[in-house]
């Protein structure tokens, strides 16, 4: 089989480029495939993503199993967060689906294209070949994209999308986002086993059997024991080693490298990669490589067929050895001074330090270095070798040649370049010039090191530029000698650079040779020769050769270095680890040369991929030895290639890269499946429990997201053609890299060295009770005393013995992990009490579980059974099942055998059965009082008493239970606020105090969730709630309670209180305490579900259809729309009513407002399908109307405040808006609506007799107000005064309200009062600002002006269609008394507005325009207010947030063209993260942060008198931002533009409102924020009108129909 994988693209993607660009621009680079790949077919077989295909158009067979469906959700950039840069996805046993999710309308949709080189359409893998889908341009519905998966490896996806509108420039139309990696797990097969326990959890006497029938092993399943395989002697010895193996428990074995070893003898110097060591056959073995390969190979089956073994093998890429045959032919292999110049005076550096070895004797030097003193002399001998080497050469200008040179350009007779800014140089003194020259690279191979005396200046360059400098020298030899001065500066850095080299180098050196013949735990090696030098050779020196020069012969061998950076190679420059003698190298060992791909080095590519591949085709697993300094591109080439041969290859690495963040860069691209951990890294029993809990937990037992998150949904195939199955989604939460947990790698301290030896036992027990892949070491198990040297060690592995050190427990530990993890005892608890660690794993499904108690040796010497309290194990019953302590006589080690490798003499006794204690239905296991350190036990543990359809029995009848529920029922069951619960249940109930974490914010299912939400997705048992709830189920009683105490008031929630209370009652009698936060929070979770899909049911095609984002701005007319006792509709009776926002306007007389019902009204009520309530509000304030008005505040009506001029208007919008949008919204015209006060405006008592006396129709109510404004409109407020208002001062309740007829405007207002909803009045004596408005805005503010017109038209149009019983209004136009039709008014207003608004955007136009250009701060605006009194006239002209509402109400008044510019405007200078500012940054009323209990000496901020009057700094109101984006679509329709790039452009400013929504506790839009989006502590933490506002933009967009 050709392997293609070592493309161009490969390294375009790890380098980062584009691998579209590097397929174009590069010719294919094809590695040759190995004599062992198979040979390409006529027909080739069908792929694993040609199978998926199949089977995704198939239909499904009867008992089909739901298809798995793995949600991952990217941002709106197209990439996933942090946590999900890396996921995890199992083994494809059968096709599954993963699905990418990205929320309608953010900028990665716009035009978005996901890429990935998972092959979706079918055939083989190519890392550089990427599948596209397109995503879909919708705006109203969430886009996601299902991917069917097949195949194991590591891919990539990114999405591709169009720049923004506003940020196109012609070299970036195209973004790609961020990259995602996704890595699916392989799948493992190898023969079963029989059960090690019988059914009563007895130790089975045929237990761990190999079964004929063979098994798909999950990661977490493998138990991998390390051998060092030339221990094991021959392969026709190695039966019984495999046999006894496979009796142990495990199920894998990992061999150290099985290829023919250099001279060095060690394993991972690998002389030839594509033979086998003659040491595996038997003696004097002729074969061919063929023939090992072959026998290898047949081995390996015998091993996984006859013993149930699979095979993992060390993969050594980084490195050769250094007697490689293949390197005489081939030294371009390795780095020399010949293709890498910079190691040449390293390569001088070794040399010395060799030579100075092999003369070290006959200099009178010490050869056996006994004492520091040694070292000193040595070093201060060798110190004056390297100064003799004069290194500096290759660092420093060449003072006398680079003079010289200078000197005779100078007098030459051609003509010298003049410099090219010679003015500028003229003067400079020698530092300065020669840091010009430094700093603009005219100083040439700066640290290059290629050759002595390569740092130059050009000879014309450094002419030019000294007769540049001293212009009025011309005699060349001073020139030359000025030019001496510059290099003598230049050149004092570089030898300091030289001098520091140097020093750093030698104290290395001396480090180096301290340790090898010094230190008590270095190797202590013999005296000091050619062939045993002072310290490691550095370079491998091939023997002569004429086919290559001298420089080739030197390769740099290979090593590491401390906390090296791993994405850096140390061989390249500008690294200079070798020439600092940094790397501790290994001398058997020479760096291979890779380049940046095949074309760089053709041969040792193809070399290392036939390698790579003929692995794979005898090896079920890679281990990546030195994987964090294997270069990148290589390693994910060198993988791609093995997987060719085997896709379900396993790999597992060892990485030292000193960041998760790192880990994760190497785990993600190059596929790692699994990281080596290591038990014997922890320091004492509290780390090594964290490290158990952070690898090996699986979930917490009670862990919730699997019962929680996951839901059912009918999935549409994911290929063309294909039928829908039942599926269920999972979302995924990014994963992190799967642990191989080994208690000790075989290349490690043994536990006499760390610990003690009796420790193996404990800390091996723990590591089988890890829920992830878990290793050994045979030397472990058999309690080898010290590390072996895997070079020097020629001794053979005792023969099989069975009871060896602690193998015994070890079978038994290790047969029964794999089957914990093949029965799903996915979940786990880890304690630990001073030396003891106790792990607890249990299946959640069954509850029965198995502990394990440990008591950790940590120390040598002790028998004591230290402390534990007993363990209490509650509603769960226990017994024993088997345990061992283990006695050690002697740590020293056993005599030397000549052959054979010992470990100590030991002695494992087992723990005597016992009975635990049980107390009642709890359980209590009580610690032998012999249990001495290293002990272990084991017990099966089974809770009682739990229903095991308790899962079902949770979910179950839920939609039943809440269906028939209204919208104010759902309001009680999802909401209220604590002010609300309180209101309505007379103070008996409020929200719920959770202990340390504080009151919910609401009472109903929503305040549940708002904790929930994160404890679920991230397993948080942690977190208070859980806690409160172990600790009683006082809130399981309220949940229930606090419903089944209102059902006289709302009967249907009987239903669900009682479904509820079913649920609970059985959880209090069934469920232990630490199992009740997971059930409360599936009921909870499941009823408020439940409760969602009921309000969804009741919602129009645009909610049910659309986003989440829509969804959650719905629910917010459910959350504000509710019955308390203290505010209604009605004065006699309690109706629902709307509330403003909460909490502040949470009941009571500040609950229902005019002003913000009816900007609340269409978002809310009619948008989503709440007709009923709409028409309720819009009869009740028509009851209201007096004087002309509505009242804003309505006081249930019974004392309603009439000082709102724009009230009215909103009112008759929502009834226009009501009309077209109800069905037969016509009708309400007709309603009769009792009049709450008399006909001549006296104020009577709700309950006089006067009061509700006569009646009108609706269309009556619209001709009053519009006749009442037509004759004008003055009187004094009702009550005025400080009992009304104590804020006001006495002008200011005096409502005046006037037409303009040459206009046709309404104007009214005075300078003391605020009739629009920038109300603020002022509070501060001390300021001065007291009764003095914010924002005063008399005259005719642009929005009642658009709401007017907007009136007129829809009434004239009416009334044309004999629809309103009226045509027009009375009045007194130019003296005369007469009637002004409706069309006549609406003409007059549309003749007039652009003129007396619009600030034209050229002074040139100024005269067409009613403007006073002295008072015009930004033009191409519109006014917010026409007509300010004398005196305060620059008020029209500022700049605010308004003008939009008279856009979408009455577009027809606006210059399409002006309306456009203006909108840009305000996007650009008003727009803000959650809402919109409400004044120009510009103005001079500005001011920024808003703060109501400011009660400074500042009028212009004391008590928050910049509520409407902020910009950068301050409040940004919510409500606005709709009407903003819906001006800004509608005009950009009229303009003819890009619908599309609009929309997009519009949905990006909502990206920080649906976070918002989505994250906040209160779950809704704020009435306002401070800068930039910030917490406002004063504002409403959800607003009805900011929710309000969105949901009329995101249905205006449900409207549109995109390209």
Known sequence: MA???????????????????????????????????????????????????????????????????????????????????????????????????????????????????????????????FVERKLPSIFSKPIKIDLPISQAGAFVYWIEYDASTSSLDASSKRIKGREGYFNVDPILRTKKRSAILDANDQIASTGGTVTSEYVQVPLDGLTVITVVSKWMGPMFDWGPYLQQASKRGYNMIHYTPLQVRGESKSPYSIADQLGFDAELFESNWKGTKEEGVKRVEKMMKVAKEEYGLMSLIDVVLNHTANNSSWLVDHPEAGFSPA????????????????????????????????????????????????????????????????????????????????????????????????????????????????????????????????KAAFAHESDPEKLGEAWRKVVDVINVDLYKEWEEDTNVALENVKSRLTYTRLDEHGPRMGPITGKLPLVETYFTRLPPSTKHKDSELSLANNGWIWAADPLKNFAQQPSKAYLRREVIVWGDCVKLRYGDGPKSNPW?????????????????????????????????????????????????????TGSEEMDLHFVSRLGVNSLIRESYNAWDPKEHSRLLYRFGLGKPIGSMDAACLTSPEDIESPVPGGPSRPGLVTPLQGSVPHALLFDLTHDNESPLSKRSAEDALSTGALATFAFCGVGSNKGFDELFPKILDLVGEERKYDLPNGDAGIAKMKALLNHLHTEMVLEGFSEGHVHQENDYIVMHRVQPATQKGYLLVTHT?????????????????????AHFVFGASIDIPSYDAPSPAPTTLLGLKSTLTPIPAFAPKNEGTDTEIIVPEYFPPGSVMVFATQMEGMDKNLDKFSKAGVDEAFAGLDWVDLNVMLFRSDGEEKDATGGAIGTYNVPGHGQLVYCGLEGWMAPLRSIMKYNDLGHSLCGHLREGTWALDYVHSRLESQTETFPRIAKPAAWLKERFDKIKATVPSFLRPKYFAVVIYEAYKAARRAAMEQCVDFVTSGTTFTQDLALCSIQMYGRVSSASLDPGTVEPCLAAG?????????????????????????????????????????????????????????SPRYNSRDSPWWMLQNIQDYVVMAPNGLSILSEPVKRRFPKDDSFVPWDDPRAYSYSSTVAEVIQEIL???????????????????????????????????????????????????????????KAGNKGVPGTPRDGAP????????????????????????????????DGKKRLVTYKEWNDLIQASFEKHFYVPLEPASDAEYAVNPALINRRGIYKDVYGTPKGREWSDYQLRCNFPIAMIVAPEMFDPRHALGALKIADEVLKAPLGMKTLDPNDAQYRGDYDNSNDSGDASVAKGWNYHQASRFGPEWGWPLGYFLRAYLLFDKIAGKDVDGTLHHLHTALIPARRYIQEDAWAGIPELTNQNGAYCNDSCRTQAWSSSTILDFLDDVHKVQPK
């Open 3 to 129: 392997a293609h994988k070592a493309k161009e693209a490969v390294n375009a993607i790890i380098h980062g480029h584009s691998p579209v660009a590097a397929i174009k621009n590069t010719p294919k680079v094809v590695i040759p495939s190995p004599e062992v790949a198979m040979a390409s077919s006529a027909t080739a077989p069908k792929t694993p993503a040609d199978e998926a295909i199949d089977f995704f158009r198939s239909s499904p067979s009867a008992g089909e199993e739901p298809l798995q469906v793995y949600e991952l959700k990217l941002e709106e950039d197209g990439g996933p967060n942090k946590d999900r840069a890396y996921t995890r996805l199992p083994p494809p046993y059968r096709p599954y689906v993963l699905r990418v999710t990205l929320d309608a309308g953010t900028p990665a949709s716009k035009n978005g294209i996901f890429y990935t080189n998972f092959p979706l359409d079918g055939g083989k893998f190519d890392r550089g070949k």
């Open 339 to 466: 293709n890498s110049p910079h190691l040449t005076p390293a390569v001088e550096l070794d040399t010395c330090i060799m030579s100075f070895s092999a003369d070290a004797e006959t200099k009178g030097l010490p050869s056996i270095v006994k004492s520091a003193d040694d070292v000193d002399v040595l070093m201060k001998a060798l110190t004056e070798d390297v100064k003799n080497l004069k290194l500096w050469q290759y660092y420093v200008v060449d003072t006398e040649k680079s003079v010289s040179d200078v000197k005779t350009v100078l007098k030459a007779s051609t003509p010298i370049d003049a410099w090219s800014d010679a003015s500028s140089v003229s003067g400079m003194d020698v530092v300065q010039l020669a840091n010009l020259l430094k700093s603009t690279g005219k100083v040439d191979n700066l640290s290059a090191f290629a050759s002595r005396g390569c740092v130059a200046v050009k000879p014309k360059v450094a002419a030019s530029l000294i």
């Open 604 to 656: 040792l590519w193809s070399h290392m991929t036939a390698y790579v591949q003929l692995l794979a085709s005898m090896f079920d697993g890679f281990r990546i030895d030195n994987c964090h300094s294997t270069p990148l591109h290589v390693g994910v080439a060198m993988l791609d290639a093995a997987r060719v041969v085997r896709p379900d290859l396993y790999v597992v690495a060892e990485l030292f």
């Open 857 to 877: 040796a940590f120390h040598k010497g002790s028998k004591d059974r230290g402390h534990i309290d007993p363990i209490k194990l509650v509603r769960t019953k």
């Open 1142 to 1198: 909460l909490p502040h306007f949470a009941s009571g007389w500040a609950r229902t407002w005019g002003r913000d019902v009816f900007i609340s009204l269409r978002g809310l009520f009619l948008t989503t399908g709440n007709f009923d309530a709409a028409k309720k509000h819009i009869l009740a304030f028509s009851s209201t109307l007096k004087h002309g008005l509505i009242p804003n505040l309505l006081d249930s009506i019974r």
């Open 1267 to 1325: 006749q009442r404004h037509a004759s004008g409109i003055h009187f004094r407020e009702y009550n005025a005064g400080p009992n009304l208002d104590m804020q006001m001062s006495e002008a200011g309740f005096n409502i005046d309200i006037d037409v303009d007829w040459k206009t046709g405007f309404i104007l009214g207002g005075n300078a003391q009062n605020c009739g629009t909803w920038m109300d603020k009045m002022g509070e501060s004596t």
């Open 1342 to 1373: 642009v929005e009642i002006i658009g709401l007017l017109k907007s009136t007129l038209r829809w009434v004239d149009h009416l009334a044309s269609k004999d629809k309103f019983p009226f045509k027009g209004v009375e009045a007194e136009v």
